[in-house]
């Protein structure tokens, strides 16, 4: 393998000066957790349960729980009010009219007291009616995250989908007369090829929404779905890899021609849009989560909840631990942390963060054109971005072979 010498001005290895951890428990951001679906979609692995009508009550008893349990326990503490808060799912916009209300209450309005708060809340576009939308501005939600997918018919019903082709416009319309001048929408690539999916037509129409926000999702095939039985019983196939790519490409094309910054590698903004909530996952500040499935993380401590729904709920009412599992990173793993997390999005890492062990591997990154080196920084390009999970795999590998890593 042929070497390049470094970029001008890279300088492995020295201790970062930048993206600091939270060390003192002071936490601003919080995640909330609305495990109801009206039903479960064919690719969908995360912790749902299946309920039409969504349960708003026990779902505000068990989260009052174990706010007041986390509150007690001290580890996390909220000094200033809150700069974000995410309540994500499964569907909260099933919950109905009163669930961001109740939520308030619990959180209290000390801690919602922020004017500049981000307050999103993720919503279907078949349970997100005007009576939602109003509900949801009045409790102080001023962002949603809309589960678009696609404009496509068939292949709304492929995935389960309960929305048909207008229902993403509907839904849009119905935040902005409520009020919400922030929305975002989420659009899956890389569905099998036949369903004859329109992808330049589905970004045609998702552009034409004019939303603040994207997030664009590659389809992933889970073993415990159906979807992935299906796959591994030979009765479904999934894109090939030259779909997938070429896919995503024409996304970065199309969304970045039209004024969107590709600030993350499946995010795209409105400069001034960017989320601030996942900008906390990835910049490995500590965040607080709620409810089952929920992760949280004060460094150098992530947890995570109880998954199933009725277990969670039955042990947090009870006033059991809500908690599943924990682990605690050391020096080395926070630091590779840091690292892939810094490279998933555009900022990138400075090049002073980067251990020296992994220059080689670096080097050949910005060799392939996979990362550049600019300004101090290590930065993917959009094709590296293709390759991430395989580039964090390679980092991972350079840099825990490394002694003076510990
Ligand atoms: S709506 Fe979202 S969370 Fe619910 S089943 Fe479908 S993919 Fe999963």
Redesign the pocket.
């Known amino acids: 393998m042929d070497e390049v010498p470094p970029a001008a001005g890279t300088q492995y290895g020295e201790q970062p000066r930048e993206e600091p951890f939270s060390v003192d428990g002071a936490t601003s951001s919080v995640y909330v957790h609305a495990p109801f679906?009206a039903?479960?979609?064919f690719?969908?692995d995360?912790a749902?349960t299946v309920d039409r009508q969504g349960g708003h009550e026990a779902w505000l008893q068990a989260i009052t729980a174990e706010w007041r349990q986390t509150r007690h326990e001290g580890l996390f503490s909220f000094p200033e009010p809150l700069d974000t808060l995410y309540v994500g799912?499964?569907?909260p916009s099933l919950l109905g009219t009163r669930a961001m209300d109740g939520l308030a209450s619990v959180i209290g309005l000390r801690l919602l007291s922020n004017p500049g708060l981000e307050w999103t809340a993720e919503a279907?576009p078949e349970s997100f009616t005007p009576a939602i939308a109003r509900a949801w501005r009045e409790a102080g939600v001023n962002r949603v995250s809309l589960?678009v997918q696609s404009f496509h018919e068939p292949s709304l019903r492929w995935m389960?989908?309960l929305h048909g082709s207008a229902g993403a416009a509907e839904a849009v319309r119905n935040a902005r007369r409520a009020g919400f001048g922030n929305v975002s929408a989420d659009l899956i690539f890389g569905l099998p090829g036949h369903l004859a999916r329109d992808w330049g037509g589905d970004l045609a129409r998702v552009l034409d929404l004019g939303v603040e926000h994207m997030s664009l999702y590659g389809l992933t095939v889970e073993p415990r779905t159906p979807l992935g039985q299906a796959v591994a019983g030979g009765r479904e196939r999934v894109a090939s890899e030259g779909r997938y790519r070429d896919e995503y490409l024409e996304a970065v094309e199309r969304l970045t021609g039209a004024g969107y910054l590709h600030y993350e590698v499946s995010s795209f903004a409105i400069p001034g849009r960017e989320s601030r909530h996942n900008e906390v996952y990835w910049s490995g500040r500590s965040y607080l989560g709620l409810g089952n499935g929920a992760h949280s993380f004060r460094k150098p401590l992530r947890r995570w909840n109880l998954r199933d729904w009725k277990e969670y709920s039955t042990s947090v009412v009870k006033g059991d631990s809500a908690i599943a599992g924990h682990e605690v990173l050391d020096r080395a793993a926070l630091r590779l942390e840091r690292i892939w997390l810094g490279l998933r999005a555009r900022r990138g890492v400075s090049l002073a963060s980067v251990p020296a062990r992994a220059a080689a591997v670096t080097e050949r990154w910005m060799r392939r054109d996979w990362a550049r080196a600019e300004a101090g920084r290590l930065r993917l390009t959009v094709e590296g971005w293709l390759l991430l999970d395989a580039l964090a795999i390679e980092l991972d590998e350079a840099v825990t072979n490394r002694k003076d890593m510990e």
Request: charged letters at 20%.
């Open positions: 679906c039903r479960r979609c690719y969908c995360f749902v799912g499964g569907t279907n589960g389960g989908r």
